[in-house]
């Protein structure tokens, strides 16, 4: 819902940036079409369900039509960059898996790594993590890609709504991103694997807090609250540059 948010909002922040107005007239195969193709999404809507896939195209496909109805095929081409964003939800949907796969042998290592640096002796088995007689499993789920791809289509938005100076630090503020996402989900991997014992427990529970209750959510707002401020201040840094050397 957050993404979705950050999608709608993304793709107005852009279109009143550029100040687009419809001085241009439609003809009538483009605006039966766009109708035509309106009607099928809004009747396919009414027949979604848990786990339905329809759902990530629904978007894209309504901001298309929408665009179709009210600009020329030549202006909805132009403008592409909005329609790029609104794709970011069935995009990250597509990756999440093999990237997952990626991550959480990796996560599992450093989060093993980090138990005894500080002393917590740990005995890593794949992506399980065994200490003091518990253990965690850092499925899929665990790895933090969610995350990682949250974070990533903001600063995607940010960069179409308020474009750095280069691809390089677009690349380079990508990567601080990951460091930082990356690394909040380590250190909450790290406190799971110190409170397993605590899970199911009876009243408070750390683990059950860290894991599935509100208290995860805090290294996500955390990195994301991060990333953000570092895409600021690589932004306002680089335009300052540019002042200079004008």
Not at 8 to 20: A, L
Not at 89 to 103: A, M, N, R
Not at 126 to 147: A, L, M
Request: aromatic share 20%; hydrophobic share 50%.
């Amino acid at each position: 819902q957050i993404l979705n948010l950050m999608i709608s909002y993304g793709v107005f922040i852009f279109y009143r940036e550029n100040n687009y107005k419809n001085k241009q007239y439609l003809n009538n195969f483009q605006t039966s079409a766009s109708f035509f193709i309106l009607l099928i999404l809004l009747y396919r809507s009414f027949w979604l369900h848990s786990g339905d896939n329809f759902i990530y195209f629904f978007f894209p496909g309504l901001y298309l039509t929408l665009n179709m109805l009210c600009l020329p095929i030549e202006n909805v081409i132009k403008y592409y960059k909005p329609f790029l964003i609104s794709l970011l939800l069935p995009i990250t949907k597509g990756i999440f898996i093999p990237l997952s796969i990626i991550l959480s042998p990796i996560s599992s290592f450093f989060t093993w790594l980090l138990l005894n640096t500080f002393g917590f002796a740990s005995v890593l088995k794949g992506q399980e993590i065994f200490y003091n007689n518990s253990g965690i499993n850092v499925t899929f789920s665990c790895s933090g890609t969610g995350q990682i791809l949250f974070t990533f289509s903001a600063m995607i938005i940010l960069n179409f709504c308020f474009p750095l100076r280069n691809i390089r630090f677009f690349i380079f503020q990508l990567f601080i991103a990951f460091l930082l996402t990356f690394s909040a989900n380590i250190i909450r991997l790290f406190l799971l694997a110190l409170f397993v014992h605590t899970a199911n427990s009876e009243g408070f529970s750390m683990f059950d807090y860290l894991h599935g209750g509100s208290g995860g959510l805090i290294f996500g707002f955390v990195s994301m609250l991060l990333s953000c401020e570092s895409f600021k201040r690589l932004y306002f840094s680089a335009n300052i540059s540019n002042e200079i050397n004008k």
